[in-house]
C-alpha cells in the first residue's frame, strides 16, 4: 500500500528564518510527485511535479528536492505569506495514474 | 489558465434536499475528479472521470451522484446526505498522458457543503 509521511505537523519559523519540510513515501515505482499549498478553507494550489530522483524545482523562495525514499520542500528567508498548509502526494506505477496517495500536510506559520 | 470553477462557494443543505455542484475547466484536460476535505486532514478521491468516463468510485455511497457532461464540465449530484458529509468538496483536472503519468492536477477552491 502506498504511503506518504510528512513531517513536522506544524512549524512556526520567524520572518527569514530558512527551514525545510519533508515528505517520505512508500511506492512500488513512483510516477511523480506532487507539492501544493493550501489556504484554509481554499483549495489545493499546485507547486511542483518531480519525477526522479536527483530532480530538483525551484519557485521564488520554494525549493523542492527529490531522492528514492523522501521529498524536501525548502524555505529560504520565508515571508508571512508563505503561511500555509504544504500538501505532498505521490502517483504510483502500479495504481491508476489518476489516483494521487496525500500525507497529512505540514502547517507552517510564518511570523513576522 | 490554469483556472478550475466550483460553484457554488457555499451551501447549506437539509438532509432532505437535492442540490448540485457544478466544477467546469477550460484547459482541454480529460481527467477530472471530485475529492472531499474534511478539516485538517488532506484530500480524500472520491470519483475520476477519465475521457467523460467514470473511472475510478472510492465506494463512495449513492446518495453521491457524479455526472460529465462533457469535457469541460463536472457535476457531483446531492440527495438525502448526513450532517458527516459536511466537508470541502474540491474539484480537479489534469491532463492524461501515455503510459498513465497523468499530469499535476489543478484544483478549484472548493465548494463548503453543511448538511443540517
Known amino acids: 500500500e502506498d504511503q506518504v509521511t510528512q513531517s513536522p505537523e506544524a512549524l512556526r519559523l520567524q520572518e527569514g528564518e530558512s527551514s525545510s519540510l519533508n515528505c517520505s513515501y512508500t511506492v512500488s515505482g513512483l510516477r511523480g510527485l506532487f507539492w501544493y499549498r493550501q489556504d484554509p478553507g481554499k483549495g489545493p494550489e499546485f507547486l511542483f511535479t518531480?519525477?526522479?530522483a536527483g530532480e530538483e524545482k525551484e519557485k521564488e523562495r520554494l525549493k523542492a528536492t527529490l531522492t528514492k525514499k523522501e521529498s524536501f520542500l525548502h524555505i529560504t528567508a520565508p515571508k508571512p505569506e508563505d503561511s500555509a498548509t504544504y500538501l505532498c502526494?505521490?502517483?504510483?506505477?502500479?495504481?491508476?495514474?489518476?489516483?494521487?496517495?496525500f500525507g497529512e500536510g505540514t502547517q507552517l506559520t510564518v511570523n513576522p | 489558465d490554469t483556472e478550475v470553477t466550483q460553484t457554488p462557494k457555499h451551501l447549506v443543505m437539509g438532509m432532505t434536499n437535492k442540490k448540485s455542484l457544478k466544477c467546469e475547466q477550460h484547459?482541454?484536460?480529460?481527467?477530472m475528479y471530485w475529492y472531499k476535505q474534511k478539516a485538517k486532514k488532506p484530500p480524500e478521491l472520491m470519483f475520476v472521470y477519465s475521457y467523460e468516463k467514470l473511472s475510478i468510485n472510492e465506494s463512495v455511497p449513492s446518495r453521491f451522484s457524479p455526472e460529465c457532461p462533457n469535457s469541460s464540465l463536472l457535476n457531483l449530484h446531492l440527495h438525502a446526505l448526513q450532517p458527516e458529509d459536511s466537508a470541502l468538496y474540491l474539484c480537479?483536472?489534469?491532463?492524461?498522458?501515455?503510459?498513465?503519468?497523468?499530469?499535476?492536477?489543478?484544483f478549484g477552491q472548493g465548494t463548503r457543503l453543511t448538511v443540517v
Open positions: 480537479a483536472s489534469s491532463q492524461m498522458r501515455l503510459m498513465g503519468r497523468n499530469t499535476e492536477a489543478f
Open positions: 484547459m482541454g484536460h480529460r481527467a
Open positions: 502526494a505521490v502517483q504510483a506505477f502500479k495504481t491508476s495514474g489518476s489516483r494521487l496517495t
Open positions: 518531480l519525477y526522479s
